[in-house]
Every structure is written in C-alpha cells, then in structure tokens.
C-alpha cells in the first residue's frame, strides 16, 4: 500500500521539502495554520514517506523532476477567511462536472485539487490543464498552480536548483485526507484506489 502512496507523489529525488510541525500556529487575522517551512538538502527516499505516512514528519515534494516530467499536479486554493472557507461549491463544482481530479483538504484549512497521470508527462501539460481548471471554479488566474515550474536550472553558482514543493496529503494517514462529494472523508486507503480510478494519460 505504501509503495502505491510513493508511486503516486513521485517528483524530484535530489531534495525534499519538510514543514515543522512543532512550529505551528494558527494566524489570529485569518485562521490560517502556519508553520516553518524548509528543504531537507539531502535525496528523498522511501523512509521519509514512510515517515510520512507515520507521523514523524511532514514532507513534501518537487511534482516536477530534473527532465521537466511529472506525475501530479495541484490547484492550491487558500483563502482570506479560514474560518469560514467553504470547501462545498468546489466539491459540488468536480461532482457535478464530472471532473477527474481529486480534492483534498490542505494542512492551512483550504483545499489542494490534485490530478494524477498514470505516467510521467511533461510538466507543462499538467500546469496546462490545471490553469484550465481555474475558471470553471471561479478562482483568479493567480491561484498557485503545482508544480510551479516546469523545468528546473542552474543558480549562479552552477548548482541544480529546486523550486517549489507541495505538502503531501494523509500525514500520520488521518490528516490533510481527500474528500468525497458530501465533504467527509476519504480513508487512506480508499484514495489510493479513487487515484487509480482517476488516473490520465498524456493525451
């Protein structure tokens, strides 16, 4: 079952995002969860998922590699008012218009739509179909789209560069879960099979 979990979140390998959990604290002004945020500066392997997945710390990934292919991709939609944010006209938007992607609460209290390949596609074709997405769900062209690049370079020094990684879903697997139309959850392993069964190709 975790190897479906890691073969579903493959990304960069070289690096992996983390967030600190025992940082955390909730923004008075919007209810937002915050915490600190960092990369690991060291390869990403199956422990750390595991990890994960158990609870002892939080990760997250590059959707996009050093060839500029991915997996998965997301809309990250936040929002001025956690407190009142309602996931409902999103979810009631992907049922209704049959949308293979799947939603998942986000560690701040917002919503991160995921849409998964079956192989790795250029990154480009994933964004591509995301920024389509954003206007059937009435969100700004500035709403952050996964993975945030598309390829990924060189700094000035001469080193790789790293960009920008997404939180995963299904912390200690009962946290950030996926959900259904009617807005309870989805157990960890029911998502990866709702994955499965949403799974694109590159055409």
């Known amino acids: 079952m975790e190897n479906k979990f890691i073969e579903i979140f493959t990304g960069l390998k070289r690096d992996y995002g ?5 940082s955390a604290y909730k923004d008075p002004a919007t209810g937002k969860l915050k915490l600190k945020y960092g990369w690991a500066a060291k390869p990403l392997i199956e422990s750390d998922y595991l990890d994960h997945l158990s609870g002892k710390k939080s990760i997250g ?3 996009c590699n050093d060839e500029g292919l991915a997996k998965f991709g997301a809309i990250d939609i936040d929002s ?5 944010f309602d996931l409902r006209k999103y979810l009631e938007i992907i049922d209704k218009k049959n949308i293979p992607v799947v939603p998942v609460k986000s560690k701040s209290g917002g919503l991160h739509i995921y849409v998964f390949t079956a192989e790795k596609v250029p990154a480009t074709l994933i964004r591509e179909f995301l920024q389509n997405l954003l206007f059937l769900f009435g969100l700004s062209s500035k709403t952050e789209i996964y993975p945030k690049q598309t390829k990924l370079g060189k700094n000035q020094n001469g080193e790789k560069t790293v960009g920008s990684f997404i939180n995963l879903p299904y912390f200690k697997t009962t946290e950030r879960m996926a959900l259904k139309p009617d807005g ?5 392993k029911d998502f990866l099979e709702v ?5 694109q190709t590159k055409d």
């Open 61 to 63: 990934i590059q959707p």
């Open 195 to 199: 994955v499965n069964v949403n799974l």
């Open 18 to 22: 983390y967030a600190d959990i025992n």
């Open 184 to 188: 309870t959850h989805i157990e960890y």
């Open 80 to 84: 001025d008012e956690y407190d009142n």
